[in-house]
């Protein structure tokens, strides 16, 4: 055997793993597929055994491959966190998060300032990604493995907190409201409606984007006891962000979730049109690799946002 262990085919050897393809590998390596069967033919030779099966559709792993796939994995993720911490130990510490769009904008931002104040020295990655939300409970996109593959520290996820291979915990729970803008209820010569079904002689702003657990009209309205649900009036949206921004131009009702809007109940923008408020099942989780916990910036934000979404709660128990 080499006294050097080859790196470079053995990465190639668990890209190829991974992918069952490689052509596919090669595309993620960024060299040719010639290339790819050229090192794994190398690291063969090396070790004395096959490694894969050649097959007319793709790879199949030989028991040989297989014994040392896990291993190789693990390896070169201590080999890629080695690195990162190499490379930020003398500069400035980065924080890389992914959240929802809707999150990230209606929740996140008009609070992050209260975060880069108390930690000056952690830069923030934020990506706001609309795949980032629930769309089937039995096959979630989210696992140990796609945070680790983007180089992902913190998820802010919304749905029912089955992330394979995660830390996983529960940030907030949300019900659902209906809101309008005081426009609304002013142009339209409105009062506040003291009935669900007086909603259907009012233009409905519907969010149609495809995360489970979106409210819904039909819904709310079968809940209320309304039977039908055909409103004088429509739109549709396929963003919570365009619906929101609707209601707060006085387009019409919007029914959402009341922590995304939260900020424009407080500032005025939005007034919530009942006291009814529908608990929904899924929940806001704060997702990351289970060792997080020996990452200082995950720490710091994890109880950051602890505290934010704890105040208010303390606020309003202040004010009983």
């Given amino acids: 055997m080499a006294t050097t262990l080859p790196l470079n085919a053995l990465n190639a050897f668990v890209v190829a793993a991974r992918l069952g393809s490689f052509s596919k590998a090669a595309e993620e390596l960024h ?57 930020t130990a003398d500069s400035r510490k980065e ?50 493995e796609t945070l680790k593959s983007h180089n992902v520290d913190l998820a802010i996820r919304f749905g029912r907190g089955q992330y394979p291979g995660c830390e996983v915990e529960k940030l907030l729970d949300v019900e659902a409201v209906t809101l309008c803008s005081p ?7 409105l009062s506040k409606p003291k009935r669900p079904e007086e909603l259907l002689k ?3 702003l519907h969010d149609e984007s495809p995360y489970e657990g979106r409210p819904k009209w039909s819904d709310w309205f079968k809940n209320n006891g309304v039977k039908t649900t055909e409103a004088v009036h429509n ?12 209601a707060v131009a006085g387009q ?32 806001y989780h704060l997702v990351s690799l289970k060792d997080a916990a020996d990452n200082s910036q995950v720490k710091a934000f994890r109880d950051w946002i602890r ?13 009983r």
């Avoid at 934020?126 to 996109?141: C, K, M, R, Y």
């Avoid at 995304?260 to 099942?281: M, W, Y």
């Fill in 252 to 283: 019409g009702v919007v029914l959402t979730l009341e922590q995304l809007a939260q900020d424009d109940i407080d500032e005025g923008r939005l007034l919530p049109l009942f006291e009814i408020r529908e608990s929904v099942a899924q929940a």
């Fill in 307 to 319: 505290t934010e979404i704890a105040a208010p709660r303390v606020a309003a128990s202040a004010a």
């Fill in 95 to 144: 924080l890389t998060i992914w959240a929802s769009p809707s999150f990230a904008s209606k929740w996140l931002m008009p609070r992050m300032h209260r975060f880069v104040e108390a930690h000056p020295s952690i830069d923030i990655r934020l990506s706001g990604n609309v795949s980032l939300i629930d769309s089937d409970t039995t096959a979630p996109a989210l696992s140990a």
């Fill in 235 to 246: 739109i549709y949206f396929n963003s919570v962000l365009l619906a929101l921004s609707a």
């Fill in 31 to 87: 060299v040719t597929p010639a290339a790819v069967s050229q090192q794994i033919r190398q690291l063969e030779d090396v070790l004395d055994v096959s490694l894969f099966h050649r097959l007319n559709r793709g790879l199949a792993l030989t028991e040989a491959g297989a014994a040392g796939l896990s291993d190789l994995e693990s390896g070169f993720a201590s080999i890629q966190k080695a690195v990162r911490s190499m490379q």
């Fill in 183 to 189: 426009d609304y209820l002013t142009s339209h010569e």
């Fill in 202 to 204: 009012c233009t409905l």
